[in-house]
């Protein structure tokens, strides 16, 4: 590689919001977790959260990058509420390194999955009614339940209404 090209690639990994990451760490992040449904599960069930999002996702999907951003925004705006949410990626071990490169670029800094084990098992868990398309988005509610879902891109206006539903606000307070 040239001068140039590795001057490029380091300049890709130096991200504001997370600093400046050399390509070869991305490999060892640990950040992007590979998980059974066992875990996702327990992610969804643990303790602590008024309400989980779980979004499935794929750095090959382009719907899936495009809503990203959204999903972060809504989650840090409601963190503080209780919102808990559950990153899922559907990409292929030989794709981990592209995965924790986008996500870095969104400025994740929490622990998110990767999916291992049977497609079906873990479509069918989640949501029998679900084909495994991507994106698509879960809200569970405190106890696990599933509460609303989405097919392909979710909306701002979406999630606060379903929000707004699942965790209502007290009379007199601002949002």
């Known amino acids: 590689m040239t001068p140039l090209g590795r001057a490029a690639r380091a300049v890709a990994g130096c991200l504001a919001v997370v600093g400046c990451v050399a390509p070869s760490a991305w490999a060892n ?3 992007v977790r590979s998980a059974d449904l066992q875990t996702i599960l327990g992610e969804v069930r643990k303790p602590g959260a008024r309400a989980v999002l779980v979004n499935v996702w794929a750095s090959w999907c382009d ?32 794709d981990r390194d592209k995965a924790i490169r986008f996500l870095a670029s969104q400025g994740v800094d929490f622990p998110t999955w990767m999916k291992r084990g049977d497609d079906m098992t ?24 599933l509460v609303q879902r989405w097919y392909g891109e979710v909306t701002d206006d979406a999630l606060k209404a379903a929000w707004d539903r699942l965790v209502p606000r007290h009379k007199g307070r601002t949002p």
């Open 29 to 31: 992040d640990a950040s």
């Open 122 to 145: 873990f479509i069918d868990a989640l949501d029998p009614r679900w084909s495994g398309a991507l994106p698509a988005s879960f809200l569970f509610d405190g106890r696990g339940r």
């Open 63 to 94: 719907p899936c990058r495009a809503e990203m951003p959204r999903l972060l925004k809504f989650f840090r705006r409601h963190s503080a509420e209780g919102l808990r949410l559950v990153l899922v990626s559907a990409d292929d071990e030989a």
